[in-house]
């Protein structure tokens, strides 16, 4: 996390905070992990409750860890200040920031670390335990070297606080939306297997089947996935002359997406409580609609 920088006094003012090229992709990479972590539940994939977990971290980076941003700020001109010093390095005020973030950071790990518990079970959250111990062990290690720290090097940590944050809110802006839309009709398209198994168990029985069970029972192979890494899988209620089959997935700041198939298009048969659903929309495909619900 530390560049070096060239200590010479006879420096031109624009290079004073260059950095070298793997310092620039140490910050590059950080962001574009965020993004991969927010964006992964939208992906082609086998079911998979760990990225559900890390999209939920990346999330909450964008709501919470805005707060850090200005701090980030303040330290990086801080290091700025630190290097163009051409006395010794100061290292007293970027470390009060550097403790003031640590501080704040952890508050947010505990609140994302109660959001997971809640969302998605025991095992999430004890994996983002096991996560957080390994950062903040990093993160203390890296506090006393840069106590000790009597170079002209920056520190990349404001850099950090301040993109990651405004990357992951302008990833939950302007890409969950069109990620969303994507994964719903993969997961849509994948379902006209297990419809058309619906519709032949009616055709030799006369009705619908009553559940899920009896439906797995008459195809005789494993049950049809969505094959989105976000998406579990699909559901089915029988509602007497009709059924439903649906499937969810989850969305920016805490928002789940009920996606219904309904023959005779009546959704609110679905199962889920869809009474709480705050906007609901036509798919592009017939019969299908989808709810945002809190």
Known sequence: ?????????HQSPHKFFAMKKLDWMKVAG????IIAMILAPFLPGPPNELVLGMSLIGGFMGILGLALVPVGIIWTILEIKKIRSIESPNWKPSYTMAIIATVMFAAFCVLIEIGISLTYGSFACALG???????????????????????????????????VPLTALVVQLFLMKPASHFSRNVAIE??????????????????????????????RFDMPSPKVMGIQEYNYKRSGDDYNIGFKQNLDFGLEEIVVYAKNNRHEDYYFTLKGALES?????AHWR?????
């Open 190 to 219: 994948k379902s006209q297997e297990l419809i058309a198994s619906v519709e032949a168990y009616k055709s030799r029985h006369g009705q619908y089947p009553e559940n899920m069970d009896e439906l797995k029972l008459f195809m």
């Open 1 to 9: 996390m530390i560049g070096d920088l060239d200590a010479t006094n």
């Open 30 to 33: 950080m962001n574009l992990l």
């Open 290 to 294: 989808y709810f945002w619900c809190d």
């Open 281 to 285: 929309y036509d798919s592009e495909y």
């Open 129 to 163: 335990i096991v996560l957080g111990i390994l950062g903040f062990k990093y993160v203390f290690k890296e506090l006393k070297n840069l106590k000790n720290n009597t170079d002209k090097k920056i520190c990349l940590a404001p850099l950090y606080l301040s993109t």
